[in-house]
């Protein structure tokens, strides 16, 4: 039981890492092509989860089973972004701030101070 609950808590983190992750922008082209450079699949550090991004709206899966683990939404603003994630498991809110450090990396900090990377899954922007 106690190693469920880890694997919630840990999927839970990965879904919130993936949700910011994908909210992001690119480069100082413009608010519309921020956005698409975020857009696409973002894998947690840990390697629990993907988050997919697209049109200010995410969604995090488990990779182990494909069960949904949270859905949100996302703001961009130069190269950070605002991610409000809903964990369907723990039925919480929560607010992520990332910062995009490259191409495929975001850098994420939640409302209550945990940190994850998020990297790009497949290279480039879908």
């Not at 890492?17 to 975020?38: F, W």
């Not at 039925?91 to 910062?99: D, I, P």
């Amino acid at each position: 039981m106690i190693e469920t609950r880890r694997l919630i808590h840990a999927g839970a983190i990965a879904i919130l890492a993936a949700g910011i992750a994908g909210c992001v922008s690119g480069g100082p082209s413009g608010p519309g092509a921020a956005v698409s450079a975020v857009e696409g699949d973002w894998l947690s550090s840990d390697g629990v989860a993907v988050s997919r991004l697209s049109g200010g709206v995410f969604t995090t899966t488990a990779l182990d089973t494909g069960n949904k683990l949270a859905d949100g939404s996302y703001k961009v603003n130069g190269n950070s972004v605002e991610i409000t994630v809903v964990s369907l498991i723990r039925k919480t809110t929560t607010n992520v701030n990332c910062n995009l450090v490259a191409a495929s990396q975001l850098n994420c900090t939640s409302s209550a101070g945990q940190q994850f990377v998020l990297t790009r899954r497949g290279g480039a922007a879908a």
